[in-house]
């Protein structure tokens, strides 16, 4: 718009020098810079017709909190031109949104970027709504077909923390678990747990025949105990109503980063576990399993997207009516930085 105005002011600037007759030259430059405007123009319109656009939305790690929003043409000619993009951006976990319009200059002819900056981590989902070729001047722009409506996500990873200080996790026998108690053995003979000296007593069943032939002595094999731990860590994804605003949309930053940060020690440590939260569009308690830190890395994008709202029961009240009573023994629930243990 700025520019439209300055090339007005600039034209109505010569022909008032042109018409009195006060400088003749004033009416070449009126007729090239009015010539020049419709090249451009025309230019503009025909290359639009051609160009094709590719979007690609970068996120951050470690509470950088910016994205960067990657835009590629397949245009090549010498002659530069600009974008304009209408853009809606919303954090899914907070829920912050905002909507721009705005003029973009080439750092190459094909390429243009553009950084977007949060208050806080979470899920960044990005509406492209319409995006516009405009010519060198910016003086006319003209509308880039077939990419409306483009939904872009990336991820704002929150700042690494340290796990919170939680119970003790328990476990609980499961015969059909590939998980072995490291403490304790058990009847499972298909994986063993220590081999020791033949006592009194012993179960024939439980000799290893093979390692004693070769020892000339009996040496009993001793099975390992299959356990499963059934641990549920529960996100907080609601506040109390004097809570709302930043104070809430920190806390749920925090508590992310913490529930993030015990995920990765339990799978340190072998724990398989559950995550949960509250899911506002399903109104219930989603849950994900976690074996690996994979199976954590492919979560993220769902556990960044629990979307905080005004807090009516909290998390630990909605599992017990929603959930099955006996699917998990032990539930953490993380709010902000603590661990609170339930036992079922």
Request: proline share 2%.
């Amino acid at each position: 718009m700025k520019n439209r105005l300055f090339f007005i002011l600039w034209l109505a600037v010569l022909v008032l020098l042109w018409l009195p007759g006060r400088l003749q030259s004033a009416g070449v430059i009126l007729t090239d810079s009015l010539l020049a405007v419709i090249v451009l123009a025309i230019w503009t319109y025909f290359a639009t017709k051609h160009i094709k656009a590719g979007f690609e939305l970068k996120g951050s790690r470690n509470g950088e909190k910016q994205a960067v929003l990657e835009i590629k043409t397949n245009y090549s000619e010498k002659l530069p031109i600009g974008l304009k993009l209408k853009i809606q951006s919303e954090n899914l976990l907070t829920g912050q949104m905002c909507e721009m319009a705005l003029g973009l200059q080439a750092e190459k002819k094909d390429k243009w970027t553009l950084e977007f900056k949060s208050s806080h981590a979470g899920k960044l989902q990005v509406m492209i709504e319409a995006v516009y070729v405009t010519d060198l001047l910016g003086l006319f722009c003209f509308h880039l077909k077939g990419v409306e409506r483009q939904m872009l996500t990336c991820l704002l990873l929150p700042q690494a923390a340290e796990p919170p200080q939680m119970p003790e996790v328990f476990y609980q026998y499961a015969e059909s678990s590939d998980t072995y108690a490291e403490n304790r053995l058990g009847a499972d003979q298909s994986q063993t747990y220590e081999l020791r000296d033949y006592r009194s007593g012993d179960n024939f069943r439980a000799i290893h025949w093979k390692l004693s032939s070769r020892n000339e002595s009996w040496i009993v094999r001793e099975g390992s105990c299959p356990i499963d731990y059934r641990l549920l860590l529960l996100l907080e994804n609601s506040y109390e109503i004097e809570e709302a605003g930043e104070k809430a949309e920190t806390a749920i930053e925090h508590a992310c980063a913490c529930i993030i940060a015990l995920s990765e020690d339990l799978t340190d440590k072998g724990i398989v576990h559950h995550i949960g939260w509250w899911d506002k569009k399903t109104q219930s308690v989603c849950t994900v399993e976690i074996q690996s830190a994979e199976d954590l890395l492919l979560s993220l994008g769902e556990i960044l997207a629990a979307t905080l709202e005004e807090r009516k029961r909290t998390i630990w009240e909605r599992f017990q009516d929603t959930c099955e009573e006996n699917r998990f023994a032990q539930i953490i629930v993380i709010d902000d930085e603590t661990a609170k243990n339930h036992s079922l």
